[in-house]
């Protein structure tokens, strides 16, 4: 997704979630690190309308804040109206502030004819400092693997983009009543967690090559589940002194155990949650299991549960081009 355009009357940039399914290197010992498998959702979006004018409305001060570093780094003079109807939920472990980016850059590029190209909108707004698969969604969808960081690596590069089996579906439990680390605290935990030995890092990259991607391609749902759910526990190994165990919501950590025990076992938390998923065979086994969950946790406010499936298509950019 990379295009040079007229400048326009107005654009207009939908953009979706994702879950992060883990980082496959979080070695330090190895010249590449991080890297990381994620995957688009459609349960949530953020959506951009931009034309030129005075703005209409006041943003949220961090959206606020990411028009301005843009309009900054574009040294653009022109009045902007942007209005955002709708937006991913942060500290979700959803990916919202990558995406609030990408769509916002993106957005303001397409008015002023410039390049939309999401590296170089990433790279504004230093995303993709460890992971790359929120850029790799935006530009793609469907399932993604990002290579991590070199010495003088920008934005991660995608490895491999592969259409998610639309059967499949993701059940989210979410918890209202917590924020995933991120900020300040996001960069302190990354600096003072023991990194996982070489060892189970080559472990866990060599089940991603030799089960997880051949899984997904032929649709063997059993073989994926069981590659998702080592790859969560060699995550949880890492972030569980951070976050107080191996997920940041307790509500949520031990529905996800009792339905590991239960057999579902491509289970656990996107990112730094509190966000949690389980995959599952087909809608149909989402929804009766959602429809379980709801009956036996409706005494808890905070939790929620959504079944969502994959979004195999990239960020849509409608684009109004002006009159000659």
Not at 88 to 100: A, V
Not at 204 to 232: K, T
Not at 291 to 315: C, D, E, I, P, R
Request: proline fraction near 5%; charge should be neutral.
């Amino acid at each position: 997704m990379k295009a040079v355009i007229p400048a326009a009357d107005q654009v207009r940039v939908t953009t979706y979630g994702r879950l992060h399914l883990g980082f496959f290197n979080l070695s330090n010992q190895l010249q590449r690190q991080f890297g990381s498998v994620g995957v688009a959702i459609d349960a949530f979006k953020t959506v951009v309308n931009a034309r030129f004018g005075p703005p209409q409305q006041a943003l949220d001060p961090w959206a606020a804040a990411i028009l301005q570093r843009h309009v900054s780094a574009t040294q653009t003079d022109t009045l902007l109206d942007v209005a955002i109807p709708q937006a991913i939920p942060r500290h979700g472990g959803l990916g919202s502030g990558t995406q609030m980016a990408l769509a916002l850059g993106a957005a303001v590029n397409g008015l002023l004819g410039h390049s939309i190209d999401p590296a170089e909108i990433a790279a504004i707004h230093q995303r993709g400092a460890r992971s790359g698969i929120g850029i790799a969604t935006f530009t793609h969808g469907g399932l993604v693997v990002d290579g991590g960081r070199a010495a003088h690596t920008v934005v991660p590069p995608m490895l491999a983009q592969q259409a998610f089996p639309a059967d499949w579906h993701f059940l989210l439990i979410t918890d209202s009543s917590h924020h995933g680390l991120h900020g300040q605290g996001e960069k302190t935990a990354f600096k003072q967690l023991v990194p996982p030995s070489v060892a189970a890092t080559q472990a866990i990259q060599q089940q991603l090559l030799s089960q997880g991607l051949p899984a997904l391609i032929e649709h063997d749902f059993a073989a994926f589940s069981e590659f998702l759910g080592a790859l969560q526990r060699y995550n949880a190994d890492y972030f569980s002194p951070a976050q107080g165990g191996a997920y940041a919501s307790q509500a949520v950590g031990e529905i996800l155990n009792r339905l590991i025990k239960q057999g579902y076992v491509g289970a656990g938390q996107s990112s730094w949650g509190p966000t949690g998923f389980v995959l599952l065979p087909s809608r149909q086994v989402a929804v009766d299991l959602q429809m379980q969950l709801l009956a036996n946790y409706a005494g808890h406010a905070a939790l929620g549960f959504l079944v969502t499936a994959a979004m195999n298509q990239s960020a849509q950019i409608d684009i109004k081009v002006a009159s000659a």
